[in-house]
């Protein structure tokens, strides 16, 4: 068996010659050890070259195709590991699901979240990268080359990328999917810029409820903070900054059914839970702060190591993880940014 090696940051840099001389704090904590589990960690992103099992087996597979995954395939693509991606259900990401992007640098005058993704992809491809509209179901990490299960092939990895990133969550309302990108967003610091002197709500009640809110008071006339019980669980300090800003108005015991608006968001169906009374509410847009969740239900139950929330663990300022050969970049590893540049 030979080993290629290439450095890695965020993704991966470009092709190096020597082996490091550093080694990493494990985050391997079984007192048995799979051969496959890293022992003596690397800044190195290490190739395996075994016989090749059928034509689904490659050298590099990425999972995800937002801009972790691009910016994965970009690196590992003009290393001529020749990579191919598999795009998951939600291919592009959650930019896709975006407008105008203000906050990528580069783009002085904005640009679609289709758009810069488009870009990217095709800036991949033009160094070979292939990708596969196909989504991991399952997958057996126990030895290599991994075995990955999608619903139409099985594909074999001898070193595995996993960008699948993070899906914010929402309601479930009827017109709340039609409206995301026109009004409805999950991302104050995205999209707040675009609400000057408009009134909004956010939805939550913990800590990121919280924080959105004020951020978004930088912006907008008036924000509705609803909340469907009597009492936040954000923390005192996060709840004082609340109550201290006059541009907020707290809802409590009020639940959203729906968000009203054909082309735009115009005001959101509530009912007051507590009073059993339903009216509506005239705003321009409604921003969901209720979490994110990682998209590694497919690794749940595997070898490779999750926290409490389901987010990838990797050795803190690496993307390698507890798995020699399996390395995880962007928002299904980051708990705190989970920005389309940080995910680059």
């Known amino acids: 068996l030979s080993y290629r090696s290439i450095t890695t940051s965020t993704a991966m840099a470009a092709p190096h010659s020597k082996s490091s001389s550093k080694t990493q704090p494990s985050i391997n904590n079984n007192n048995t050890t799979p051969s496959n589990t890293k022992t003596n960690n690397s800044r190195y992103f290490s190739i395996l070259n075994t016989t090749k099992i059928n034509d689904n087996h ?27 991606v598999l795009e998951g259900n939600e291919a592009g990401g959650q930019l896709t699901t975006t407008t105008d992007v203000e906050n990528f640098p580069g783009f002085p005058d904005g640009i679609l979240g289709y758009d810069l993704i488009m870009d990217m992809k095709k800036q991949t491809e033009k160094f070979g990268t292939i990708f596969k509209q196909e989504h991991v179901e399952s997958v057996d990490l126990s030895s290599r080359p991994f075995k990955l299960n999608t619903y139409k092939n099985i594909y074999y990895a001898d070193s595995l990328i996993i960008a699948s990133g993070a899906s914010a969550k929402y309601l479930g309302l009827s017109n709340e999917q039609r409206l995301i990108g026109h009004g409805v967003s999950a991302c ?6 675009f609400f000057k002197q408009k009134e909004i709500a956010v939805i939550g009640g913990g800590d990121t409820a919280m924080e959105e809110a004020n951020f ?56 007051n839970i507590k009073e059993n009374k339903e009216y509506e509410l005239n705003v321009d847009g409604l921003f969901l702060a209720i979490g994110h969740e990682p998209n590694t ?11 409490d929330h389901g987010y990838i663990l990797v050795e803190p300022g690496t993307v390698n993880t507890n798995i020699n050969g399996v390395y995880a970049c962007g928002d299904v590893q980051d708990t705190r940014y989970k920005q389309a540049i940080t995910a680059a």
């Open 188 to 193: 104050a610091t995205c999209d707040g810029w």
């Open 297 to 307: 239900q497919c690794f749940k139950g595997s070898e490779l190591k999750l926290d």
């Open 216 to 271: 978004l008071t930088k912006f907008a006339k008036k924000v509705y903070l609803i909340h469907r019980r009597d009492e936040f669980r954000a923390s005192k300090i996060m709840q004082d900054r609340i109550f201290g800003n006059d541009k907020i108005e707290i809802l409590w015991n009020t639940v959203c059914l729906d968000v009203i608006g054909e082309k735009n968001v115009t005001g959101l169906r509530l009912k």
């Open 58 to 84: 490659h050298s590099v597979i990425i999972l995800g195709s937002g801009p972790a995954g691009l910016t994965a395939a970009l690196y590992a693509s003009r290393a001529n590991l020749s990579p191919v």
